[in-house]
């Protein structure tokens, strides 16, 4: 199985902060990597596909990048609303594999 | 507007099965491929498994082969999970979600259905 981590694992930032968030696969994924957005009591909710590739609807703060196996989610500059678990997933090889999850909070 | 609605919560003992489904509309069922993926309280995703509603393709990982069973009613728009032989460690909150395209994101969630075994 192709194992994702992600770092930090919690981050603290405050409102108009840029945050970048890492993960890193286990072996190449190419470009196959997908961000996601979580809040409590939620479903999570796609920013990024394609490592790069910003959902529709998802504000331009988020951006996406990397290839191979390391991958950056930024936000370039935080909003209240985007305090929030945020997941990395590889849809390379099966089984698809998710990362373990940046939590943002306040600081 | 694409809508995935899953029934509600249900409470098992342990060793009994579990079927959750998941309602799809505001889109063509058969032409995307249906994930299932699951949280634990407290904990990360975990992905189940995939379907696709039109050919009945199935995908689930070694972790769960031979407990779950995906399927679909086309007529409906309706896809299923049975996750059979139920512990405590499969108390989680089960999602369907639609496969966007080939990169194989998800851009559609369904509400979540929690799953609680207990005795």
């Known amino acids: 199985d192709i194992q994702m981590t992600q770092s930090p694992s919690t981050l603290s930032a405050s409102v108009g902060d840029r945050v970048t968030i890492i993960c890193r696969a286990s072996?190449?994924?190419?470009?196959?990597l997908n961000w996601y957005q979580q809040k409590p009591g939620k479903a999570p909710n796609l920013l990024i596909y394609?490592?790069?590739s910003l959902q529709s609807g998802v504000p331009s703060r988020f951006s996406g990048s990397g290839s191979g196996t390391d991958f950056t989610l930024t936000i370039s500059s935080l909003q209240p609303e985007d305090f929030a678990t945020y997941y990395c997933?590889?849809?390379?090889?099966?089984?698809?594999?998710f990362g373990q999850g940046t939590k943002v909070d306040v600081k | 507007q694409v809508q995935l609605v899953q029934s509600g919560a249900e409470i098992k003992k342990p060793g009994a099965s579990v079927k959750v489904s998941c309602q799809t509309s505001?889109?063509?069922?058969?032409?995307?491929?249906i994930n299932w993926v699951r949280q634990a309280t407290g904990q990360g995703l975990e992905w189940m498994g995939w379907?696709?509603?039109?050919?009945?393709?199935?995908d689930y990982p070694q972790k769960f082969q031979g407990r779950v069973t995906m399927t679909f009613n086309a007529s409906i728009t309706t896809a299923y999970l049975e996750l059979s032989g139920l512990t405590s460690d499969d108390t989680a909150v089960y999602y369907c979600?639609?496969?966007?395209?080939?990169?194989?994101?998800?851009?559609?969630w369904g509400q979540g259905t929690l799953v609680t075994v207990s005795s």
């Open positions: 979600a639609r496969i966007y395209d080939f990169w194989g994101a998800s851009d559609f």
């Open positions: 505001g889109y063509s069922f058969t032409v995307y491929d």
């Open positions: 379907m696709n509603p039109n050919t009945g393709s199935t």
């Open positions: 072996q190449s994924i190419s470009t196959y």
């Open positions: 394609a490592a790069s």
């Open positions: 997933q590889q849809t390379y090889g099966y089984p698809r594999t």
